[in-house]
T-cell receptor, first 113, second 115 residues
Framework: DAGVIQSPRHEVTEMGQEVTLRCKPISGHDYLFWYRQTMMRGLELLIY????????DSGMPEDRFSAKMPNASFSTLKIQPSEPRDSAVYFC???????????FGPGTRLTVL | AQSVTQLDSQVPVFEEAPVELRCNYSSSVSVYLFWYVQYPNQGLQLLLKYLSGSTLVKGINGFEAEFNKSQTSFHLRKPSVHISDTAEYFC?????????????FGTGTKLQVIP
């Protein structure tokens, strides 16, 4: 298996622009997680899905952030409009129902100017 | 709520010396505990995990950790480190309240192995 795939790996945008981050989980995994990593706040869980349904979005910082999972093999995290304080590395992770281990993607480094 | 405290933000250690990275957790119910490693510009990889059973858990790359319920600790150890162990290490916990689905990560410990 190719592991969790994220795109793009790097994104540089200007304040106010819309940003869409993409994730393809490991095939057969039932859970998908979006995390944000910053120096100040460490690794924070933003939202997670189970069988494509959002279960807990309490970590989503504000209404500018939205996440979708239209099918079992694809998820997006959208920021609209983006702000400089959104600059961070965003990780996607997935896991199956039969294991307790989350497998992380390589991350998307977002820079908002 | 579950939480994790990693007491050291950075740990420098000489090559071939032993190392211990400290982790304490807080939860009022049974827990699963994890250690992940993050190499520069990469995602997190699982080193080892404790779910139940033996309190001494062995992981990849020669690392091991011991679950101590009375101390609410899960310290990571390696008897002899290599340059390639230079990375950031994250302790994490999930508890039964949420069906072990949500994982809370510590703030990380940067291990710097000095030649």
């Amino acid at each position: 298996d190719a592991g969790v795939i994220q795109s793009p790996r790097h994104e540089v945008t200007e304040m106010g622009q819309e940003v869409t981050l993409r994730c393809k989980p490991i095939s057969g995994h039932d859970y998908l997680f979006w995390y944000r990593q910053t120096m100040m706040r460490g690794l924070e869980l933003l939202i997670y899905f189970n069988n494509n349904v959002p279960i807990d979005d309490s970590g989503m910082p504000e209404d500018r952030f939205s996440a979708k999972m239209p099918n079992a093999s694809f998820s997006t995290l959208k920021i609209q409009p983006s702000e400089p304080r959104d600059s961070a590395v965003y990780f996607c992770a997935s896991r199956s129902d039969s294991t307790d281990t989350q497998y992380f993607g390589p991350g998307t480094r977002l820079t908002v100017l | 709520a579950q939480s994790v405290t990693q007491l050291d933000s950075q740990v420098p250690v000489f090559e071939e010396a032993p190392v211990e990275l400290r982790c304490n957790y807080s939860s009022s119910v049974s827990v699963y505990l994890f250690w992940y490693v993050q190499y520069p510009n990469q995602g997190l990889q699982l080193l080892l995990k404790y779910l139940s059973g033996s309190t001494l858990v062995k992981g990849i790359n020669g690392f091991e950790a011991e679950f101590n319920k009375s101390q609410t600790s899960f310290h990571l150890r390696k008897p002899s480190v290599h340059i390639s162990d230079t990375a950031e290490y994250f302790c994490a916990v999930s508890d039964g309240r949420g069906g072990y689905q949500k994982v809370t990560f510590g703030t990380g410990t940067k291990l710097q192995v000095i030649p």
